[in-house]
């Protein structure tokens, strides 16, 4: 299987297709739609990534990366607290009072209070109350990651019509073909319509 790992040689419609969906298979020489999917190639997602925003110079490529960042801040604040209150709804013995506190301290330091000095039943009802809290969280993700295919539609919107604003725009006799072209030799036509 022949992986496209680099703007000069993935076409056009395949990003385009990876934009519209997300989805890494597109990067696959041999993929067009129909065939079982792989595993993400996050290497070569990541690689073309970089090399199309160095290519068009894009300082929105900085916002996207921001985003990334921001969505796996909010997945690890996720899990690490749900994993302290999945911790703490064991209980602690009376010898194991410092822990307890220390597991308060951690989730403070996440943004959820705790009452330090509190019953059993008043830590079940805290824990209930902080685990409601944390799928504010994930609501976050999913807005963010909305944000982010949202983003890439824009990118993407109507290829055909910038193909055909490409080949009247430079005056060409033949109309763009998308699966011909690479994605490196798009981001130049766009630079020279730009020119003009």
Known sequence: M???DDIEILPLYNWDKYLSTKDT???RKDFDGRQPKEEPFIQEEEKILEQYFNAINDRSFTIKL???AKINNLMTKYNVVNALLDRFSM??????????MEFIKQLKLHGFKMS???????DIE??????REVEGIKTKIKLLE???KEDGKKESVSLQ???QIATLGLGYSYRLNPKEISLAEWVEICKMLEEK
């Open 2 to 4: 022949t992986i496209y």
């Open 25 to 27: 298979n597109w990067f």
């Open 66 to 68: 921001q985003k990334w």
């Open 91 to 100: 209980g602690f013995a009376d010898i194991q009072l410092e822990m307890r």
């Open 116 to 122: 330090e000095i509190n019953t059993e039943e008043g």
């Open 126 to 131: 805290d824990i209930i109350r902080i685990r």
């Open 146 to 148: 909305n944000e982010l």
């Open 161 to 163: 019509r910038q193909l």
